[in-house]
């Protein structure tokens, strides 16, 4: 029987979402075995089925009753796609500190130990993987890869080499700060930066392997996704709580770009020209409607932000504190 963990070592959950990997399952959590056994602290592996058709399912749960009661599996009702799947791992998880990472294995977890040891040596909040050697298809995943991470790391000022890679280590009472919906989990680094501060994020340069078993879920489709989503991402990063200084400052604009126009028309007016059937007094109406409009939005979402705030369903801040120690049982023990 194994002895009680010291009550300062920290637990760890590894999240892993799987759909359609029934090849991968035995050598997946045999790999998990292997880079985790001899880790100093108390381990869990949670693989999140995300409706799988293939008889994944089936397979999860042999391994899970061969191996131990620290592998626990969790059954999605039908395919909710990759961040749902995750962030029911997520809220499942009891550790300290949450691993992610995808069940293809092309992300190794011999490096957990190494992301989670830097994660509490440098006491940070997230640190992500970085593909470096990435063994990928060149035009279809690694160009339009890194166009993404540019364009991401610019526009929501969390620098990071590789947004994409799955492989990340987190501070639980950090990650609980925040909810992922959509397919958001490639901004979960910038999501990150919404509740602590950029500094406590971390990349380290990971190992990454080509596909062996099953086919990949992406394609050259969701960058168009990832365009819609960014776009959400940075409104959300700089107004979430102040949605009315976005919304009010185009209103402004608008009308006072409205006001000119029908200023201009009425001293023409009084010069005695003729501005009734002028385009420009249609324009001009028009952008003062839309101002209005966007004002009426901005006020309406202002009420909409402190109604969630104040009815205890989010925060605007989140204070750092130690996070409660997990259940005894069920643990991966050193």
Sequence with gaps: MNAPAPLNLP?????????????NVAPLVQRFEEALGSAPWPWELLLVDDGSTDGTTARLREVARQTGDHIRVIELARNFKQTAAMQAGIDAARGDVIVTLDGDLQNDPLD???????LLREDLDLVAGWRKDRKDG???????SRIANRLIARLTGVRLNDYGCSLKAFRASCLRQIRLYGE???????????????DRIAE???????????????????TFRVILDLLFMYFIMRFRARPGHFFGLIGLGLMALGSLILGYLFVLKLMGESIGSRPLLTLGFFLMVAGVQMLSTGILAEVLVRVLFESGGAQSYWVRDHAERAPEAGWRRP
Excluded: C
């Excluded at 637990?11 to 090849?23: A, F, H, L, R």
């Excluded at 957990?112 to 830097?118: A, D, G, Q, W």
């Excluded at 060149?138 to 339009?144: M, Q």
């Excluded at 340069?205 to 596909?211: E, W």
């Design 11 to 23: 637990t760890v959950s590894v999240v892993v979402p799987m759909y359609n990997e029934i090849d």
């Design 112 to 118: 957990i130990p190494l992301l989670v040891e830097r």
């Design 138 to 144: 060149f035009w279809l995943r690694k160009v339009p």
């Design 184 to 198: 958001m989990h490639r901004f979960i680094p910038a999501w990150i930066a919404t509740v602590t501060h950029k």
């Design 204 to 222: 380290q340069a990971v190992r990454h392997h080509p596909r062996i078993h099953g086919e990949s879920k992406y394609g050259i489709s969701r």
